[in-house]
């Protein structure tokens, strides 16, 4: 059996071409893709690579995807043919030192899963039982597609602990950004969204509803101005960084209030680092976190905000294009013409 699909040879090197589907291995799923997404890391990854998400050449791309079981392993119980599901791009092994103390996004074993730019996708076995779930009749593929990322933002937010009331600044409002504005909404929080991109500036009041806006481009150095938004001019309860450059996340301290906290989401290249004044770590008491990924529990939380309408993901995407059209979709999201780019076989 034959499918189109998009492989990644190298940096700036993706192809549309038609490859075999292999059989089956025991407990996987073929699953016949009816929408995916595009997002930040499959642009990181086109642009750089990736050494977790890339081990070999030519690989499968893209991971944000939902569609319809159309084969299954005869080992396979908990599906059907003909199921409406999403899968996530990953699942925890379960027994290592990480699982073991509820850490499964630190997995060591974890079990990545690429190919979602494609007409079919087989689902790996490990996935299937602990990552793979059926969808509610009524809800749209292209908004189940949505379950990845948003699963990255609930964990974030949990682990963020935002209260009622606080000020919160959300620099970069890519996809991401704007889903942490609008949970931090549903917090109660004041939020503050900043960025350059008028398309996202725009995108943060009418999707997340934030209170105030920022335009970077007229506010480099955005301190003042943050400060006449909070609490008695104090600064921001907490900063959270969705950009992933050392140079803002070293811009976020300056952001935030005594007590503060800063959230250090977006991903820097690796081999960067950055100089932190310590002061404001020990006498102002600023405190750090930075989350990575998600595990199942925030899948599925995920997921049950979407399909209970409490966020809107589907203002998100900004346009629909063939699934052959994934590099310049890959590029028009580079040069901020889109949102999320909504790919479809």
């Not at 499968?60 to 939902?66: I, Q, T």
């Not at 850490?103 to 039982?129: F, H, M, S, T, W």
């Not at 009524?138 to 964990?155: G, I």
């Not at 909070?230 to 992933?244: K, M, S």
Request: hydrophobic share 40%; glycine share 8%.
């Amino acid at each position: 059996m034959k499918m189109k699909a998009i492989r990644f040879y190298k940096p700036l090197d993706i192809r549309y071409e038609e490859i075999t589907i292999p059989e089956l291995n025991e407990g996987e799923v073929l699953v016949k893709v009816e929408a995916a997404l595009t997002c930040g890391t499959d642009l990181k990854t086109y642009r750089r690579g990736h050494p977790v998400l890339i081990k070999k050449t030519p690989s499968g791309f893209g991971h944000e995807f939902a569609g319809v079981v159309a084969k299954k392993d005869e080992t396979v119980k908990d599906f059907e043919i003909g199921d409406r599901v999403v899968a996530a791009n990953s699942a925890p092994c379960g027994e290592c030192f990480f699982c073991q103390r509820g850490e499964e996004n630190l997995c060591e074993n974890l079990d990545l899963l690429n190919g979602a730019y494609a007409q079919y996708i087989i689902v790996p076995k490990r996935i299937v039982e602990k990552n793979m779930i059926k969808l509610p009749d009524d809800l749209e593929f292209s908004k189940a597609a949505f379950s990845e990322p948003l699963a990255n933002v609930v964990h974030g937010i949990e682990r963020t602990e935002i209260k009622k009331d606080d000020v919160v600044g959300v620099v970069g409002i890519g996809p991401i950004g704007l889903m942490f504005c609008a949970l931090a909404k549903m917090k109660g929080a004041k939020v503050i969204a900043m960025g350059r991109n008028p398309l996202k500036l725009k995108m943060a009041k009418e999707f997340a509803n934030v209170d105030e806006v920022i335009d970077l481009k007229k506010h480099p150095d955005p301190t003042e101005i943050i400060r006449s938004m909070t609490h008695n001019g104090y600064g921001l309860d907490v900063a959270i960084e969705c950009v992933g450059l050392p140079e803002i996340w070293e811009k976020m301290f300056k952001m935030v209030r005594r007590g503060g906290k800063v959230h250090l989401f977006g991903g820097c290249a690796s081999g960067t680092s950055v100089n932190i004044e310590t002061r404001r770590l020990h006498y102002d008491e600023v405190s750090i976190i930075s989350v990575f990924h998600h595990t199942p529990k925030y899948f599925r939380e995920a997921l049950r905000l979407i399909a209970e309408n409490k966020i809107d993901v589907e203002k998100l995407i900004t346009k629909k294009m063939q699934m052959k059209y994934a590099k310049k979709a890959l590029e028009m999201q580079e040069k901020g013409e889109a949102i999320k780019i909504l790919l479809e076989n």
